[in-house]
């Protein structure tokens, strides 16, 4: 059984930092074709934060959303089947339960295996 597990978020005030983690178990990262980070405001739609090949020979850029541009880094480190996202100047409008998912196809829209999310929460 798949089990994608975030942590590392929190409270943190506007301009901090927060490096959040994905850890897979029951399939590798590397099995995967993309893997990324989701995040939802409360009444807010799901968006795409950020998303990386999940292997080096998968030759596909790396996705960052225009409001975290140069803020954010996603990162992974394949031999510990762990995925990063290094958040810093946040923002209040960064405020939402962070997800940590992976598919299996890269022409696939939708995503295959989901984490339970972590809350960030950003105070002004």
């Known amino acids: 059984q798949v089990q994608l597990v975030e942590s590392g978020g929190g409270l943190v005030e506007a301009g901090g930092s927060l490096r959040l983690s994905c850890v897979a178990s029951?399939?590798?990262?590397?099995?995967?074709?993309?893997i990324g980070w989701f995040r939802q405001a409360p009444g807010k739609e799901r968006e795409l934060v950020a998303s990386?090949?999940?292997?080096?020979?998968?030759?596909?850029?790396?996705f960052y959303a225009d409001s975290v541009k140069g803020r954010f880094t996603i990162s992974r480190d394949n031999a510990k089947n762990t995925l990063y996202l290094q958040m810093n100047s946040l923002k209040p409008e960064d405020t939402a339960v962070y997800y940590c998912?992976?598919?299996?196809?890269?022409?696939?829209?939708?995503?295959?295996?989901w984490g339970q999310g972590t809350q960030v929460t950003v105070s002004s």
């Open positions: 029951g399939r590798t990262f590397s099995s995967y074709a993309r």
């Open positions: 998912a992976a598919k299996t196809s890269i022409s696939a829209q939708s995503y295959d295996d």
């Open positions: 990386v090949p999940a292997s080096n020979w998968i030759r596909t850029v790396t």
